[in-house]
């Protein structure tokens, strides 16, 4: 419960992460992406309300084998807990979301199983797709837009963080999974959406100063680099690993770092170790809080890593990245080098042909309009020609002047279905106006992309030589 009128807790997490000490925490992730809380309306429900009984078997199941907590992905991409209008705006949460959020704490509490929440995956900021009738992705807007922003906090975040703040299952929160990707990929700047992560957090600590917050970094080098510029943004450290080395232990200002993702099944990820207990000992020996793994399904293997976080360890001093890792990001970083030379060699292209395109689009215009003229006063000559000839038919003595008006019509009339009448000019007209509108809409778009990429590429070299750069410090 919590107490009436403040934003204090009034119940004791399952797990302290800012202690320090190691807890057998895993990325449970999720279990069906984007649809445990809330869902895509056209696809089929599968939210944690309507599979209380199969979600309570896997952390029960979980408990069994001495798991202290799960990593869970809440709003995932955007794509089913949350209410969008049609032009795309934050609306609120989906109908669904917090009867499938308070089962998933409920579930949590019945097991004695501790929950980091992941409030947003960086797939947020994708570029928009659509599968089976649903929007996936497409909401780069939130961190665009201020107003868009303080929606966001109003109508999702502050009652996700209230009804997730009652309960101790609750242990912390991720504001967003590897932020760095979007960067990489040029959907957003980091100008952009640094500030957007710093005012998440503070706007969760303001509304209940005792919630941990964190960020999901997509490696240590990165994580770094947030904290050392939004010192006291955060309460613990997480980053994730997928390298054959672990960088050393620095923590900024004594926080916990956790590696929050890390894979010892998978050779095409890269591994820290060749087994579980190697993989959790050694990190706990270079002075990590915890490791927790991705991926992990096999129960003996989930109680080996359970295990490992009571072997005794002796402190070791980690190393810095090999001497072919640092050479290997002076390869990339040229790499990326000619990849902003070309997708700017061919944005200038774009943005040319596109200057040509729109003065020829108004001339376009310019012409459908006087065919559209000259198709309205057809059509009206027509309108009165028929007017005259019913009031002839009328009047007897009338006969030649009704035969010319009925030959005027035909004149009239005829043109209309030849290459060169009125109609068919009309109809030319539009055609290529809306041709070249098209082909307008379709290099913009391509100007868009190579701007993304541009921006992505610039990203990764600044992460790049900021890694450099950190690996010199390193003993």
């Not at 089913?80 to 795309?88: H, N, S």
């Not at 002076?330 to 997708?343: A, D, F, R, V, W």
Request: net charge neutral; proline share 4%.
């Amino acid at each position: 419960m919590l107490l009436a009128g403040c934003g204090v807790r009034s119940v004791t997490p399952l797990v302290d992460l800012k202690s320090g000490n190691p807890s057998a925490i895993l990325n449970l992730a999720w279990l069906d992406y984007r649809r445990d809380f809330g869902g895509p309306a056209a696809w089929e429900d599968k939210g944690v309300s309507s599979r209380r009984e199969e979600v309570g078997r896997r952390f029960a199941e979980l408990h069994d084998a001495g798991v202290k907590g799960v990593v869970w992905f809440l709003l995932a991409d955007g794509g089913g807990a949350i209410r969008f209008d049609t032009d795309g705006r934050i609306i609120g949460l989906a109908a669904s979301f917090l009867a499938d959020f308070k089962a998933g704490l409920a579930i949590a509490e019945q097991n004695q199983m501790a929950v980091v929440w992941v409030l947003l995956d960086h797939l947020w900021m994708k570029p928009a797709e659509f599968s089976d009738g649903a929007k996936l992705f497409g909401h780069a807007r939130l961190i665009e837009d201020v107003i868009e922003q303080k929606i966001f906090f109003e109508r999702v975040l502050d009652p996700i963080i209230a009804a997730g703040s009652a309960s101790a299952a609750t242990v912390g929160w991720i504001v967003m999974n590897e932020p760095e990707v979007a960067l990489g990929e040029g959907w957003v700047t980091e100008e952009q959406l640094f500030p957007f992560l710093v005012a998440a957090s503070r706007r969760i600590k303001t509304k209940y100063p005792t919630s941990l917050v964190s960020i999901g970094h997509a490696d240590y080098e990165a994580m770094i680099y947030f904290q050392r510029e939004h010192s006291g943004a955060v309460d613990f450290l997480t980053f994730h690993h997928y390298r054959d080395y672990l960088p050393p232990t620095k923590p900024e200002g004594e926080l916990p770092v956790y590696v929050g993702e890390f894979n010892v099944t998978d050779s095409a990820l890269g591994r820290i170790s060749a087994d579980m207990k190697t993989a959790v000992t050694s990190t706990r020996a270079l002075g990590y809080a915890g490791a927790w793994p991705w991926g992990l399904k096999d129960i003996a293997q989930i109680r080996e890593f359970v295990a490992a976080q009571s072997v005794s360890v002796t402190k070791v001093i980690g190393q810095g990245p090999p001497a072919r890792q640092i050479e290997l990001w002076g390869s990339e970083i040229k790499t990326h080098l000619s990849h902003i030379e070309l997708n700017g060699q061919k944005l200038r292209d774009t943005q040319q042909l596109l200057a040509t395109l729109e003065p020829e689009l108004a001339k376009q215009e310019a012409e459908t309009q006087r065919a559209q003229a000259a198709f309205d006063q057809l059509q009206k000559s027509l309108a009165e020609s028929r007017i005259k000839i019913i009031r002839m038919k009328r009047a007897p003595w009338a006969n030649q002047s009704l035969r010319l008006e009925e030959e005027n019509e035909k004149q009239l009339t005829e043109p209309m279905e030849t290459p060169k009448g009125p109609r068919q000019w009309l109809k030319e007209a539009s055609a290529v106006q809306k041709k070249t509108q098209l082909e307008i809409v379709t290099q913009r778009a391509w100007i868009a992309k190579y701007e993304m990429h541009i921006r992505g590429n610039r990203y990764q070299i600044k992460a790049k030589q900021r890694a450099i750069g950190l690996s010199a410090e390193q003993p």
